[in-house]
Structure formats: structure tokens, C-alpha cells
């Protein structure tokens, strides 16, 4: 995945600009802004949020389904529901970016919220599916599902996968992805009307997630 945003960001970017500039289909400054922050929005909920989230699922799945408790049971699943909702966030960002910034009319139809009950039933199968190709097995699918509502008596083992996981510095993006998708407010809604103190929040987290990118820290390993 980090290939593919390695692709998005030094390669296409670029030539999506070059493209733009050729057949002179730039917008106005403002709308031209306004395209290449969603863009980089989109960018960076890629590098700072799905990749990580996909990694605390991997963790969380490591030591077995068999010595998951309550509480890693949830982190995982949970996990795994964040993965995708940010999936789609992260990719309409960037889609939005991309046809702003070339000029196409913006989509009328608004995708469904992934809070309201369509959404929610989306995001629970596809994560039962990513659990199913990740753990191989159906029953490891139900054993992880069983110990979200029935925990296991807690072992050695299951004190140490907790442990494991939580000393983990993926558990701090979990966090931040849930408070994320719960408090704040959608990329569309927040890029609405542009201000200087919004850019720079857009920018400078956008320059994060690239120096990560770029120098390949401990959070791709």
C-alpha cells in the first residue's frame, strides 16, 4: 500500500498538473486550492491512518484468535472497521482532488454516510471478510467474533498478546481513527469555505505523512 501512495503522490500528482496545465483546464485560485488540499487530506489519511490501522489489526491477530479477550477482540474488529471507513474517505478525497483540480463537475450524488445504518452493515461485512483472508479459517473469524460478547477465561497467553499490543505505539493511531471518525467533521464539509489556519492544519499534516512516507519509518515495518 505504501507503493501505491508512493505512485499517487510522485507520479501521478504530477502528471495529473501537467495534464491540467497542457489543456489549460486549471480552476480559479480559490477552487484550485481548495482541490489540491482535499488531495493532500486524502494523502495523508492514507499514510497516518489506514496503514496503521491495518497494522493494529495484523497485531492484534498475531499471537492467535484463540488468546483474544474482550478488550482485543474489540480493538481488532473495531480496527478493522476504521481500516475501511478511512479506505473510502481516503480515496474519495483524493478521486474529488484529482477531478477538481482537472477542472471535471464536482459528483451531484453524495455518497451514504458510513455512520447511518447501510454504512455501519458495509463496513461489518467487509471487515468479516479482511478478518476471513487475514486469520484463513472461518473458525478463527467466529472465535474472534464470540470473544467480543463471550471473553475466554483470561491465560498467560491472552495477558501477554494484551500486553503486547497496548505497549504498541499503533494502539495510539487506533485511538486517534476513532476519535476521528466519530468528532470530526467530513474533508468536504471541513474544505467547504478555506482558511489560513485550515490550510496550514492541511499542509502540515500532509508534510508528516510525506516525511514518513519518504524515510520509511518503523510504522510501514
Do not use: Y
Not at 501477554?160 to 476521528?180: D, P, Y
Not at 471518525?181 to 510525506?210: E, H, N, Q, S, Y
Amino acid at each position: 500500500m505504501s507503493q501505491a501512495l508512493h505512485i499517487i503522490i510522485f507520479l501521478l500528482l504530477p502528471l495529473v498538473v501537467a495534464v491540467a496545465v497542457t489543456l489549460k483546464r486549471l480552476p480559479e485560485p480559490q477552487a484550485l486550492a481548495q482541490a489540491v488540499l482535499r488531495l493532500c487530506v486524502g494523502i495523508t489519511k492514507g499514510v497516518l491512518l489506514v496503514i496503521p490501522l491495518l497494522e493494529t489489526l495484523k497485531l492484534v491477530l498475531r499471537g492467535g484468535p484463540e488468546n483474544l479477550g474482550l478488550g482485543m477482540a474489540w480493538v481488532g474488529f473495531l480496527s478493522c472497521m476504521l481500516f475501511f471507513a478511512f479506505v473510502f474517505s481516503c480515496g474519495a478525497d483524493i478521486v474529488v482532488g484529482i477531478r477538481a483540480i482537472l477542472k471535471f463537475p464536482p459528483v451531484e450524488k453524495q455518497p451514504a454516510s458510513l455512520l447511518s445504518k447501510r454504512g455501519i452493515a458495509t463496513l461489518l461485512i467487509l471487515s468479516l471478510i479482511l478478518i476471513l483472508i487475514v486469520t484463513g479459517s472461518p473458525a478463527h473469524v467466529w472465535q474472534i467474533v464470540k470473544a467480543m460478547f463471550a471473553p475466554p477465561k483470561a491465560t498467560i497467553a491472552s495477558l501477554f498478546q494484551t500486553a503486547r499490543v497496548l505497549s504498541n505505539f499503533h494502539v495510539v493511531t487506533f485511538v486517534a481513527g476513532l476519535a476521528v471518525f466519530i468528532g470530526v467533521p467530513t474533508t468536504r464539509d471541513f474544505l467547504r469555505v478555506v482558511t489560513p489556519r485550515k490550510a496550514v492544519a492541511c499542509l502540515a499534516g500532509f508534510a508528516v505523512a510525506l516525511a514518513m512516507l519518504w524515510t520509511r519509518l518503523p510504522l510501514f515495518s
